[in-house]
């Protein structure tokens, strides 16, 4: 299938404007994703509907905690990423067709084929309310990530991005329309750390943030803690300092624990004190929703009214056991609530 956002070049090249890589591809050749080729002089994309992985999650798993919480999430991917983190956590899928093309045996790019309606279909069947374009970057999808998206929208399904944030200004305006949320990595705050560990540039992720905001898109953030890499207090500070700043403060933000991966097993797992230090750190700042991952049993999963500190949504790992949120407010106080369909129904 044809691509979308691309210039056609002289001597058969062409420039891929889907993701900030912005690669100008030679004939024959693909881009840094892998999964979009210039076949003379016309840019294909390889996955349209091949999808290597196909689940049906807690939202809560995305991880979004301030869409619908509580609700099933359709979760969908294709093969293929435009970073290569060394601590990706999902490498078997997402970074495949860069060290090995993983072709079955017709030739084709692994994965199997659906449409956007049979998908959207599937959703409304099982009760979720949103569709997620998860697990590797959609954006390398984004075809049919958005034809997904525009169909699940007519059958009152919402949609949900978790994403590296490096598409292009003209990719977020093309699918703003469609997209309810996003929860977006911001890896670091320091450029050394995207250029050497992901190869990519921070500077692009955070204006996707606040392009995202100003289009009226959800935006929640989730930051992995890499001891010795991004954990670094004054760096926690300026991070917490830009989404207070640049999204608000009802930007919900979660600081997640990282475990050896990939190929970052020489590193330790993040201290819990590191946790919350960034916790503390990002309430100092200002944010009223700051959560830890990958640390089942603690209290920091749980949402609380930042005007009157009671608990609003109780938590343990992926699963909700109270919500008391009505009308999208605190009960208690009446305190307004950031987010999007906050009572499960």
Partial sequence: MEAFLYDTLDGSKVKCNLCNHRCVINEGKRGKCN????????????VYGKLIARHIDPIEKKPIFHLAPGSLSYSIATVGCNFKCRFCQNADIAQLLSRQLPLDTNGMIQGTFFTPEEIVNDA???NCKTIAYTYTEPTVYFEFAYETAKRA?????????????????????????????????LKAYTDKFYRELCGARLEHVKETLKLMKSRGIFVEVTTLLIPGLNDDKTEI?????????????????????????????????????????????????????????????????????????????????????????????????????????????
């Fill in 35 to 46: 999964v979009r080729e210039n076949r003379s002089g016309k840019l294909e994309t390889l």
């Fill in 124 to 126: 409304k069947n099982n």
């Fill in 153 to 185: 929208h007519e059958k009152g399904i919402k949609n949900v991005f978790v994403t590296n944030g490096y598409m292009t200004a003209e990719a977020i305006e093309m699918i703003s329309p469609w997209l309810d949320a996003a929860n977006v990595d």
């Fill in 237 to 345: 500070e300026n991070m917490a300092s830009f989404l207070v700043n640049n999204l608000g403060a009802g930007t919900p933000w979660h600081i997640s624990r990282f475990h050896p991966t990939f190929e970052l097993t020489d590193r330790p797992g993040t201290p819990l004190e590191t946790l919350v230090m960034a916790r503390e750190i990002g309430i100092k700042a200002g944010l009223r929703y700051v959560y830890t991952g990958n640390v089942p049993g603690e209290k920091s999963e749980n949402t609380f009214c930042y005007n009157c500190n009671k608990i609003l949504i109780e938590r343990r790992g992926f699963n909700m056991s109270k919500n008391v949120i009505k009308n999208s407010k605190c009960p208690y106080c009446d305190a307004k609530i950031d987010g999007i369909e906050l009572v499960s129904k």
